[in-house]
């Protein structure tokens, strides 16, 4: 007897897993916008914000592994550390030294940097890389990924301002030896001025992420000129006291949303192939941190 149910279509209640290690990760919008997406596009994967310490980062990632995940994003602290358990790392992110998105190739985990690029897609809706003068301020994980990209989209010199002179150096040094922009390495001392030749200043440190969204970085804002863009890779609060000093100044800002939303559309596409649309994430940034 043949069942009458045969030429119908099992139920298929297993999700494609994807996520996101950082510590703290409360305050990380990014699950609002990706879940959004995958929504928007009808498929049927998840996204799940996961709270790591760094001594669990390596137990974190051999169980996404374990699991089947397709992927996963990491952030503050893991952006370096993480390459210890990967299997391999793409060109860019072997360049940069840093990891944000991490993608599953058969049973390997493959290490993508989205940082950078999501910086310089977001920053050309107000101005082109290509012959600025920039100053960014850190030399961690996302620094290193935007003045590589940045380098590598055209920017003529990239100065890099940090409090250790040791990772300052280092990312001036990488910027020189593997891209073709002069990297040079700017002390930060107190009440840092920027330089008037500085076309793009942007800030790639943690100062002002929510919750300390009144904390300042230590710049003379009346060192900022009009004829600068100024962006900021913190998205949440995405207006910073930074971006809104700035724009006081009458310089052209760029918020976090941006280099947000378009390093998601990377990650979307590397894990399900797909081009996600921008227009449907950032509104789900905006309602998520209600702006």
């Avoid at 012959?131 to 290193?144: D, E, L, M």
């Avoid at 990488?174 to 200043?201: C, H, M």
């Amino acid at each position: 007897m043949v069942n009458a149910k045969s030429n119908i279509e099992a139920p298929h209640f297993l999700s494609h897993i994807t996520g996101s290690f950082a510590m703290p990760a409360a305050e990380n919008p990014t699950v609002a916008m990706v879940e959004a997406a995958y929504r928007h596009h009808g498929l049927n994967w998840r996204y799940l914000n996961c709270e790591v310490s760094p001594e669990r980062l390596g137990d974190a990632v051999r169980g996404a592994k374990a699991m089947g995940w397709e992927g996963f994003n990491c952030s503050i602290p893991h952006k370096i550390t993480v390459i210890d358990f990967l299997d391999e790392l793409a060109v860019s992110a072997e360049i940069i030294g840093a990891v944000n998105t991490v993608v599953r190739r058969d049973s390997r985990f493959i290490g993508e940097n989205t940082d950078g690029r999501g910086f310089v897609e977001g920053l050309r809706g107000i101005t082109e890389p290509a012959g600025k003068s920039v100053v960014i301020f850190g030399a961690g994980g996302a620094a290193r990924a935007v003045a590589v990209e940045m380098a590598l989209a055209g920017a003529t010199r990239v100065r890099v301002v940090n409090r250790s002179r040791a990772r300052g150096e280092e990312l001036a040094r990488l910027v020189t030896e593997k891209t073709s922009a002069q990297g040079e390495y700017l002390p930060w001392t107190s009440n840092f001025r920027v330089p008037e030749d500085t076309d793009i200043a942007i800030n790639n440190t943690s100062v002002g992420l929510y919750p300390n969204v009144d904390e300042r970085l230590d710049v003379d804002m009346d060192s900022l000129r009009p004829h600068m863009v100024v962006a900021d890779g913190i998205p949440n609060p995405p207006r910073t006291p930074w971006i809104r000093e700035a724009e006081a100044r009458g310089c052209r800002v760029m918020d976090g949303l941006a280099m947000l939303v378009h390093q998601g559309v990377l990650a979307i596409r590397y894990w399900t192939g797909i081009d996600p649309e921008k227009d449907v994430m950032r509104r789900a940034l905006a309602e998520a941190l209600r702006l």
